[in-house]
């Protein structure tokens, strides 16, 4: 199996920043596409942003368009862990937001199914 550890969430004021980190551990055979995903408060779950982990051959990760310029998905595979760093936070971007994982043979997508997922860290923006 594969687990999920995320981390750095807080409550931030509008125009400021976060990093968040997911620490993965356990069967690197069982995936290779990562992924943010967040769900605000009483809304879907949508995605945010994904990254091949292990490999370059997707050369640009993909992001969501209402992060597209503020939001930047990153990796350290000898750490284990991927990040995602959040600048000029707006109230909207509220949410609890979750680290994913699944296995592919083709280019990461944001609505593929995902398999793994984390326990979640909650980002609060304030007006």
């Known amino acids: 199996e594969v687990q999920l550890v995320e981390s750095g969430g807080g409550l931030v004021q509008s125009g400021g920043s976060l990093k968040l980190s997911c620490v993965v551990s356990g069967n690197r055979n069982r995936f290779n596409c990562m992924a943010w995903f967040r769900q605000p408060p009483g809304k879907e779950r949508e995605g945010v942003a994904t990254i091949n982990f292990f490999s370059d051959r997707d050369r640009w990760p993909t992001y969501a368009d209402s992060v597209k310029g503020r939001f930047t998905i990153s990796k350290d595979t000898f750490k284990n862990t991927l990040y995602l760093q959040t600048n000029d936070l707006k109230p909207e971007d509220t949410a609890t937001y979750y680290c994913?994982?699944?296995?592919?043979?083709?280019?990461?997508?944001?609505?593929?199914?995902?398999?793994?997922w984390g326990q979640g860290t909650q980002v609060t923006v304030s007006s």
């Open positions: 994913a994982a699944y296995l592919s043979n083709f280019r990461c997508r944001l609505d593929a199914d995902y398999i793994f």
